[in-house]
């Protein structure tokens, strides 16, 4: 079946690192692909997405590009900041029958940046 | 445009009792899909529904129901409630008509189970 993927945490950087958050998929077909970001108390937020392979989603300084041909979805930020400390979720929905209104998720990573 | 909102925010209930959640979507959106997310589990898809009708449900016990108006705002039932069932219930609603689309979360509702 259809799974994500992500590497475990937590991560601890110093504000202005570079992150990198890894995420492997495994689906039927050619899912979108998504990156949400859970803050302590909060719902989850869309960060970005991309709905098709070499599509690349970016928003607030993140990035990630849709790789088919290594089934991956790693999130990147040149340089992080302590308001980025959340939980990052990676996810996947399904296209086909069955999967309609299902985003299956990684378990998460936590980042946490020290000033 | 005003986001999801679910009410309550906070509840805690005694096992064997039932609860009621609910969640109303952003405006125009007619799917509307429930998870469930545990320390444990993670985030755990329950259910979907569009247009009044179930259109996909997860791996989660009969106790788990939910149901969807014409508004579409939407509710879940959870009866004979479990430790287990301790949780935050997450609702999301999306204007994808084919089910793949984004998902815009609410804030959830954190059940206590005593």
């Known amino acids: 079946g259809n799974s994500v993927t992500q590497m475990e945490g937590p991560v601890t950087l110093s504000e202005e690192a570079f992150l990198t958050i890894n995420c492997t998929y495994t689906a039927t077909g050619y899912p979108s692909l998504f990156w949400y970001v859970q803050y302590p108390g909060e719902g989850l937020q869309l960060l970005l997405k991309a709905t098709k392979a070499d599509d690349k989603g970016s928003n607030k300084g993140f990035e990630a590009t849709y790789r088919k041909e290594t089934t991956s979805f790693h999130l990147e930020k040149g340089s992080v900041q302590v308001s980025d400390s959340a939980v990052y979720f990676c996810?996947?929905?399904?296209?086909?029958?069955?999967?309609?209104?299902?985003?299956?998720f990684g378990k998460g990573t936590k980042l946490s940046v020290k000033p | 445009k005003a986001g999801v909102t679910q009410t309550p925010r906070y509840l805690i209930k005694t096992r064997g009792q039932q609860v009621t959640l609910s969640c109303s979507p952003i405006s125009g959106h007619r799917s509307v899909s429930w998870y469930q997310q545990t320390p444990g589990q993670g985030l755990q898809f329950l259910f979907e529904y569009f247009s009044e009708t179930q259109r996909n449900k997860g791996n989660f016990p009969g106790r788990f129901s939910g149901r969807q108006f014409s508004n579409s705002r939407s509710e879940m039932n959870v009866s004979t409630l479990e430790l287990g069932d301790s949780a935050l219930y997450l609702c999301?609603?999306?204007?994808?008509?084919?089910?793949?689309?984004?998902?815009?979360f609410g804030p959830g509702t954190r059940l206590t189970v005593t």
């Open positions: 996810a996947l929905s399904g296209r086909y029958g069955g999967s309609q209104g299902n985003l299956i």
């Open positions: 999301a609603s999306s204007l994808s008509t084919s089910g793949e689309g984004e998902q815009y």
